[in-house]
């Protein structure tokens, strides 16, 4: 709120989230507000997947390589990854880079013999770089794929994290 002229005028701003792209204000008897439209930043997009998958038992730890080709303005690089541990609780995902850079976790759950996890990396250089994942414990079977999205705000990539389990069939 603001004072002209000993009247009292207020602001508002509407879709706060970054850069102001529109400004319309309105002014009436003794009544002023401004409104500041916020341009939305580009839809987010699938830009690019690679998958590398294992069967078989490996006593662990082994280590999966592989390329992955990133491109687009505001990345976020996602590692998806299903472990399907010979000992129940033994396999997990102790390392995870691209280019030689550490992802970061963002969740993983656990039932029976069956991990799955989630490790992500904002902003990844641009181009076809190696990925690099290490898996602790024995393994029956690893399926690590991992997707390129644009257009993801890199301050705050994730809006949250949330994981079930559960067993299915026909």
């Not at 002209?4 to 701003?13: G, M, P």
């Not at 401004?34 to 730890?61: D, Q, W």
């Not at 541990?85 to 997990?92: E, I, K």
Request: no cysteine.
């Amino acid at each position: 709120s603001f004072s002209l002229k000993s009247d009292t005028y207020t602001y508002h701003a509407t879709n706060p989230p970054s850069n102001p792209a529109v400004i319309d204000s309105t002014l009436t008897s003794r009544h002023m507000s401004l409104y500041v439209t916020y341009t939305a930043n580009p839809l987010i997009a699938l830009s690019n997947t690679s998958t590398k998958i294992s069967t078989g038992f490996n006593a662990g730890p082994v280590t999966k390589n592989w390329a992955h080709t990133t491109a687009g303005a505001n990345r976020l690089l996602v590692l998806f990854a299903d472990i399907w541990q010979d000992v129940a609780g033994t396999g997990s995902i102790t390392s995870a880079t691209y280019n030689g850079v550490s992802l970061t976790k963002a969740t993983s759950t656990r039932a029976a013999g069956m991990a799955s996890e989630i490790w992500y990396l904002a902003n990844p250089d641009t181009g076809s770089s190696t990925v690099s994942v290490t898996i602790t414990g024995a393994t029956d079977a690893i399926k690590l794929s991992l997707a390129t999205f644009t257009g993801v705000d890199q301050s705050s990539p994730l809006d949250g994290v949330a994981n079930e389990t559960g067993f299915g069939g026909n």
